[in-house]
């Protein structure tokens, strides 16, 4: 296949070529650097439970997609052998052409779906090593994790009050954090002013 053929300057076809070279040993999969700091990060995960109920969902998600790839990758390879079928029997030089163009994109997007299970199954490998680590946690009764899941709600909301007292109000704020959080409400107010839904509940009040 020369795919690069339509592009007429050599430089820059010479460029693309270099491009092709390193796509072999190029991945855009998320390190486990990513998984660990930025999507299992401590600010919205900080509990050891709050990271291996994420670890179990992120495994679930690419279990999902392997599945669905398994699918798309047999009807691919399907695809192309009825290609290969039809160039065998096809008597016109031209429609001949055009069907092994064909087979040739399906050959080309077998490879990306190959590509994309071995991305799934990198980092299928970390989130599964937190799952690992943590997983004496399914073992637990469902009261103990029930307790455990209040923890890391808590132990988030902390991290981002603001976020979880203006999307999920006072009450939940209140049930959390008991008489702390009426302590905090007043600093809050004082220091920072009110939250947007209280500054519109109190100019309504004044208009009515």
């Given amino acids: 296949m020369d795919e690069l053929s339509i592009i007429k300057n050599p430089v820059y076809r010479k460029m693309f070529e270099e491009v092709k070279n390193f796509l072999s040993n190029f991945s855009a999969e998320m390190t486990?650097?990513?998984?660990?700091?930025?999507?299992?990060?401590?600010?919205?995960?900080?509990?050891?439970?709050?990271?291996?109920?994420?670890?179990?969902?992120?495994?679930?998600?690419?279990?999902?997609?392997?599945?669905?790839?398994?699918?798309?990758?047999?009807?691919?390879?399907?695809?192309?052998?009825?290609?290969?079928?039809?160039?065998?029997?096809?008597?016109?030089?031209?429609?001949?052409?055009?069907?092994?163009?064909?087979?040739?994109?399906?050959?080309?997007?077998?490879?990306?779906?190959e590509i994309s299970i071995e991305t799934l199954i990198n980092e299928a490998k970390t989130f599964f090593a937190i799952y690992e680590k943590y997983k004496d946690f399914d073992t637990l009764e469902e009261k103990e994790k029930l307790k455990l899941d209040v923890e890391q709600w808590a132990a988030k909301a902390r991290n981002m009050p603001n976020i979880f007292e203006e999307r999920y109000g006072a009450n939940f704020m209140r049930r959390v954090f008991g008489e702390d959080y009426e302590r905090y409400l007043e600093n809050r107010r004082n220091r920072f002013g009110l939250l947007p839904r209280e500054l519109l509940f109190k100019s309504l009040e004044r208009n009515q």
């Fill in 32 to 113: 486990p650097t990513q998984i660990n700091c930025f999507v299992l990060n401590d600010i919205e995960f900080p509990t050891s439970y709050g990271k291996f109920m994420q670890a179990k969902a992120e495994l679930i998600g690419r279990y999902n997609q392997v599945v669905d790839l398994y699918f798309t990758i047999r009807k691919t390879n399907a695809k192309i052998d009825i290609k290969k079928e039809e160039i065998e029997k096809e008597k016109s030089k031209a429609k001949r052409k055009l069907l092994e163009i064909e087979k040739e994109e399906l050959e080309m997007a077998s490879v990306r779906q």
